[in-house]
């Protein structure tokens, strides 16, 4: 079955550089791709996401990238700002296929 | 338009009773997942369920979890005979379940159950 694997379990970046989390996915059936936001004491929020038909999205101060032939997807946050400390998730899932199934998460820290 | 609705937001249970968890999907969605996360976790999924149906419970402990989601009212997580190892925060998220957003999932803010 599917497994995706998400890099680095923590990252901490100066306020205002960028970050980036990757995800690898393993099954090339896979078309559908979120990132997910949890800030503490509350549940995931849907932040952005890209199905398999497109390389790039982009929303603001986030972006996330697609390689299908790779088989990775990344979320670039630029000019970080406090408010974007959270832990973030991965996720990839099938067409065919409702579940998700979820990277192990990233603690993102923005420091003052 | 009200987010997933998750109640009770904590819930306290000595080793042994039952705890019940709530789920309102989002007023037009009729899927509905299950996810427990412990601290410093990520989600791990439990149970898939549509109205009257369980699609997917390859997540879920076989004995002492069920959940169901009535044809009307929320759906009801419920956990018996709990242990100190349930404890943990449990996440329910909704989707339309439409073609193209099937695969969209919008989370509650979850109930954390604690077991003394």
């Known amino acids: 079955g599917e497994n995706v694997e998400q890099h680095p379990s923590t990252l901490s970046v100066q306020e205002g550089d960028s970050a980036v989390i990757k995800c690898t996915y393993s099954?090339?059936?896979?078309?559908?791709f979120p990132w997910y936001k949890q800030e503490l004491g509350k549940g995931p929020q849907l932040i952005i996401d890209i199905r398999s038909n497109v390389g790039e999205k982009k929303d603001q101060r986030i972006a996330v990238t697609l390689n299908k032939t790779a088989k990775h997807f990344s979320l670039h946050i630029t000019e970080t700002q406090p408010e974007d400390s959270a832990v973030y998730f991965c996720a990839a899932s099938m067409g065919s296929n409702y579940q998700l199934i979820w990277g192990a998460g990233t603690k993102l820290i923005i420091k003052p | 338009n009200a987010g997933v609705m998750q109640n009770p937001r904590h819930l306290v249970r000595r080793r042994g009773q039952e705890a019940r968890l709530r789920c309102s999907p989002m007023?037009?969605?009729?899927?509905v997942y299950w996810y427990r996360q412990l601290p410093e976790e990520g989600l791990k999924f439990m149970v898939y369920l549509q109205k009257e149906n369980i699609i997917d419970e390859s997540g879920m402990p076989k004995e002492r979890f069920s959940a169901e989601f009535p044809k009307e009212g929320p759906s009801i997580l419920r956990i018996q005979q709990v242990v100190r190892g349930d404890s943990a925060a449990y996440f329910c998220?909704?989707?339309?379940?439409?073609?193209?957003?099937?695969?969209?999932?919008?989370f509650g803010a979850g109930t954390r159950l604690s077991v003394l």
């Open positions: 007023k037009g969605h009729s899927h």
């Open positions: 998220a909704s989707s339309p379940g439409l073609a193209r957003a099937k695969n969209i999932q919008y």
């Open positions: 099954d090339s059936a896979s078309n559908y």
